[in-house]
């Protein structure tokens, strides 16, 4: 089963509302005056509010405080959870760093993704392919509430998931986030690890799209809250079967009851960064709006070090050195660092005295 992925929706009233209104929360938070620190903090915050809801949706039974510390921790994970929680860490990681570098969404970025998932937390770990075999979606009780494509269909479906995306850039980044969760749950191209590779596929979609919000949003927040109405809205169509409807059924409410979360998360955040912009002085706003994504990556890593190399910019942002080299040559050129030690083995820079106010 390889032919194209055509999904079938409707733009209704409601989802109309909830697009403006992110959009509306998505401008108002760029024109808020935050500073690195705050920024930082907001940041820390929305990734560990993230790596918990995403992973409680999947039992994890780990409490917010406890995946900061599990997180902050360099030791081996003790348990399944702790090995969820570093994973899914890891995963989000990774997933910055492709925004980063500009990556397209690809199966070798989503089984990457997959693979940091499950890898109990270890970041040596190599894409994972499809799965080989049936699976199915069982209730407590034991019955049958989704049985996925055959396996044999696994590669093609995904294929023209891919494809649809590089086809449809012209739709709304969060309407087509919300399609590619939905047909990605749909296939459900893993025996384990779907929905929280679904959630980052989503995570990435958005925030290569330019709804990162700054990455200080959490949008698993408004799935773990209610589980029944997130399972109830993806759960389309007239069987449990993929081959009896599914694959062509209106997903119209389930964009209905993304676009809303979406919407509720980016009005939380602003008024979060509203009430925390109002605490801080200066205003700084318009000197990190000079800043593009990788530039305040860099920014952040200044706070705990007055030096960086390429190599650590390299690590940071997942770069090759020939990439950082020349990346580094422009910033000194336009003034963001300055060269602190110019040998060519091990050359240093320092953030430039313009931009150490924001620090």
């Known amino acids: 089963m390889r032919g194209k992925f055509s999904p079938l929706f409707s733009i209704t009233p409601a989802i109309a509302k909830a697009l403006m209104r992110i959009e509306a929360a998505r401008e108002a938070l760029n024109d808020l005056p935050i500073t690195v620190t705050v920024l930082a903090r907001l940041r820390e915050t929305a990734r560990y509010s993230s790596i918990h809801y995403s992973t409680q949706i999947e039992g994890n039974r780990l409490t917010q405080e406890e995946v900061v510390d599990v997180v902050s921790n360099n030791v081996a994970p003790r348990s399944r959870d702790e090995g969820e929680v570093k994973g899914y860490f890891l995963a989000l990681e990774m997933l910055e760093q492709y925004v980063a570098q500009g990556k397209e969404v690809a199966e070798q970025v989503i089984q990457k993704l997959h693979a940091l998932v499950m890898g109990n937390g270890r970041a040596d770990v190599r894409p994972t392919s499809y799965r080989t075999g049936q699976n199915v979606i069982r209730d407590g009780t034991g019955n049958i509430v989704y049985m996925p494509p055959g396996y044999a269909d696994v590669p093609g479906l995904m294929d023209a998931l891919i494809a649809w995306v590089y086809e449809n850039s012209d739709l709304p980044c969060p309407l087509m986030a919300a399609i590619a969760h939905y047909q990605f749950a749909t296939i459900h191209p893993y025996y384990d690890g779907n929905g929280r590779t679904a959630r980052l596929l989503t995570t990435f979609i958005l925030h290569r799209g330019g709804y990162d919000l700054k990455g200080v949003y959490c949008l698993e927040e408004y799935y773990a809250k209610n589980l029944i109405a997130y399972y109830h809205a993806i759960s389309v169509g007239p069987s449990h079967n993929y081959y009896e409807?599914?694959?062509?059924?209106?997903?119209?409410?389930?964009?209905?009851?993304?676009?809303?979360?979406?919407?509720?998360?980016?009005?939380?955040?602003?008024?979060?960064?509203?009430?925390?912009?109002?605490?801080?002085?200066?205003?700084?706003?318009l000197l990190l709006r000079k800043l593009d994504p990788k530039q305040r990556r860099v920014l952040e890593f200044f706070k705990n070090s007055d030096e960086i190399t390429g190599q650590d910019i390299a690590r940071l942002l997942g770069f090759k050195p020939r990439t950082v080299s020349a990346l580094c040559s422009l910033w000194v050129e336009k003034g963001f660092l300055v060269i602190s030690d110019p040998s060519r083995k091990a050359r240093k820079y320092e953030l430039a005295p313009a931009f150490r106010i924001l620090l």
Request: proline content about 2%; hydrophobic content about 35%.
């Open 245 to 285: 409807g599914r694959a062509e059924a209106d997903i119209t409410g389930w964009l209905e009851y993304f676009c809303e979360g979406m919407a509720q998360a980016c009005e939380k955040v602003k008024q979060q960064a509203l009430a925390a912009a109002n605490r801080e002085e200066p205003d700084q706003s």
